[in-house]
């Protein structure tokens, strides 16, 4: 059973403009929310956070909103380049009952292009 | 500071053999996850180790199991090979087992079952 849902498996976006990755969360006890983002041949790279006391949290070109009531979070990435070519996984936590344990979307595969 | 350090980097075996598949987390990090990726199922959670006990497991069977020593190194072992457990196997740490630690990731074993 996928509780954290990525329904677009991939995004293609020009360079400069707005990247918007999607993500759906079924466990209403999940209380920490993160981004990862994976080049081939290498581990996810920790991008962005946000705990569920919050409903934005930005960090340079990016900035993630949660929704609570929709059960959905998403990752803006302004403006995109190239460089930002990867995958982009969503995952999720509950850190009362799970600990450590990340629950991750499938991933969606973003490309910018010049 | 190194980061999450992964060995082997590649491994390929033959159904029915075992592996044993070795992580070293970042220095004074505590905890570690172990994850397998794979195309259709993304990253699923097999294991976490903190301070050499099992905090928690995934839905793996028996095969797969694990142990962390008292440096924090980690191995996770699997026996009797299948063919569907071809995949990218990553460790992650964190720093200890307070709420909202990121996790790292080192860069995977490939393990190819043939």
């Known amino acids: 059973d996928q509780q954290v849902k990525q329904n677009s498996p991939s995004l293609s976006v020009q360079e400069g403009r707005i990247s918007i990755l999607n993500c759906d969360y079924t466990?209403?006890?999940?209380?920490?929310f993160l981004w990862y983002k994976k080049y081939p041949a290498e581990g996810p790279t920790f991008l962005i956070s946000?705990?569920?006391?919050?409903d934005k949290n930005e960090d340079g070109r990016f900035t993630v909103f949660l929704n609570k009531s929709a059960k959905h979070l998403s990752l803006h990435i302004v403006p995109s380049q190239p460089g930002d070519s990867a995958v982009y996984f969503c995952?999720?936590?509950?850190?009362?009952?799970?600990?450590?344990?990340?629950?991750f979307g499938r991933g969606t595969q973003l490309t910018v292009w010049p | 500071k190194a980061g999450v350090t992964q060995t082997p980097r590649y491994l390929i075996k033959t159904r029915g053999q075992q592996v044993t598949l070795s992580c070293s987390p970042i220095?004074?990090?505590?905890?570690v996850s172990w994850y397998q990726q794979t195309p259709g199922q993304g990253l699923q959670f097999l294991f976490e180790?903190?301070?050499?006990?099992?905090?928690n497991k995934g839905n793996f069977p028996g095969r797969f199991s694990g142990r962390q020593f008292s440096n924090s190194r980690s191995e996770m072992n699997v026996s009797t090979l299948e063919l569907g457990d071809s995949a990218l196997y990553l460790c992650?740490?964190?720093?200890?087992?307070?709420?909202?630690?990121?996790?790292?990731f080192g860069p995977g074993t490939r393990l190819t079952v043939l």
């Open positions: 992650a740490s964190s720093l200890d087992d307070r709420p909202y630690n990121e996790q790292f």
């Open positions: 466990n209403s006890m999940f209380d920490y």
């Open positions: 946000i705990s569920s006391i919050k």
């Open positions: 995952a999720a936590s509950d850190r009362g009952s799970t600990l450590g344990r990340l629950y």
């Open positions: 220095s004074g990090h505590r905890s």
């Open positions: 180790y903190f301070s050499e006990t099992q905090r």
